[in-house]
């Protein structure tokens, strides 16, 4: 496994990170999740991804548990806040009542004493930046947070963020979490630019498209995938269209040019990024994690990604 700094920081994350989102606490036995993370671990990845959503604190809980069994200065541990926790005014947003409540609850289920990232899962237009800036960096000087970050917050209000934190001395965001992936590259006109200009390392999530960039999808919709389940389905099926599945045969024909899977490959052009300090994978058994795995040990030479920039066009 290879690590890279996240953003300008000195913390070092592995290239291929794990997530809860849809799995732990949800459609994976916590017996499984446990043997998903440990098998993780193993393979050198030290950064597991959650949020206070996933689950509704249950994602938190196993993963958290199944690390108890490494040293805690071993891994990097991150949860978020943003998505409704209940059913009260309050009890979602970015404001400080909420972030305050919510990353104790996090660090309670969770039984640690701190977290090393915690992402504003959302950018709040109901609360100021400087409001949300101001909790998160009262909690890191508490020590209960070590880093901050935003997850899907737009090229301007990244830069918001930067400008007020350096009018009032406060600690800066270091990480975005973006969807990036062959089929959504939305980042790379503005978002990379603006937070390579302040510093700020990219985490992104949904590297295989929901599964899209595994190739499963070429014959119709499996039974038990993602695109089966009616709660999932919408973040694919807008995916399975004739010119997407068009590029994914061919990205695959690639692959196996290259005598590797299109999972592999698919974070393999992601990590040819030097903005991103790792992907973040999910997985329902070990051995997917084993197969992600691939996909940071695969370089791409110059001209098989303008084979790829050509095909994704």
């Known amino acids: 496994?290879?690590?890279?700094?996240?953003?300008?920081?000195?913390?070092?994350?592995?290239e291929i990170s794990l997530g809860s989102w849809l799995t732990y606490g949800n459609s994976v036995e916590d017996n499984t999740a446990e043997k998903i993370i440990h098998k993780a671990y193993d393979l050198g990845i030290n950064f597991f991804d959650s949020a206070n959503m996933y689950g509704l604190g249950e994602g938190e809980k196993v993963m958290a548990q199944a690390l108890k069994a490494y040293p805690r200065e071993s891994y990097v541990i991150t949860t978020k806040a943003f998505w409704p926790m209940g059913d009260g005014p309050n009890d979602r947003g970015l404001s400080r009542k909420h972030v305050f409540e919510q990353v104790h609850s996090s660090l309670k289920r969770m039984d640690l004493d701190y977290v090393d990232i915690f992402y504003c899962h959302r950018y709040d237009?109901?609360?100021?930046?400087?409001?949300?800036?101001?909790?998160?960096?009262d909690l890191i000087r508490q020590g209960k947070i070590l880093y901050a970050g935003v997850s899907?917050?737009?090229?301007?209000?990244?830069?918001?963020?930067?400008?007020?934190?350096d009018k009032y001395l406060l600690d800066r965001i270091v990480v975005?979490?973006?969807q990036y992936n062959m089929l959504d590259r939305r980042i790379e006109s503005?978002?990379?630019?603006?937070s390579d200009k302040y510093g700020i390392g990219q985490v992104v999530f949904s590297p295989l498209a929901q599964g899209v960039l595994t190739g499963k999808y070429l014959n119709?919709?499996?039974?038990?995938?993602?695109a089966a389940n009616e709660d999932i389905n919408i973040f694919v099926k807008h995916m399975l269209n004739d010119d997407v599945l068009n590029k994914v045969r061919q990205l695959d024909g690639v692959a196996k040019e290259l005598d590797t899977t299109l999972p592999a490959l698919a974070i393999a052009w992601i990590l040819r990024q030097p903005s991103v300090a790792s992907a973040i994978v999910g997985a329902s058994r070990p051995e997917q994690i084993e197969a992600n795995v691939e996909g940071a040990k695969l370089k791409l030479s110059t001209e098989i990604i303008e084979k790829i920039d050509e095909i994704l066009k």
Request: without cysteine; hydrophobic residues 35%; aromatic residues 4%.
């Open 152 to 165: 899907e917050w737009s090229a301007a209000q990244i830069e918001e963020a930067v400008r007020i934190a």
């Open 220 to 226: 119709g919709i499996p039974e038990n995938s993602r």
């Open 176 to 178: 975005n979490q973006p």
């Open 190 to 194: 503005e978002i990379i630019p603006v």
């Open 125 to 137: 237009p109901e609360t100021p930046v400087e409001e949300t800036l101001r909790v998160i960096d």
């Open 1 to 14: 496994m290879n690590y890279r700094r996240l953003g300008r920081t000195g913390l070092k994350v592995s």
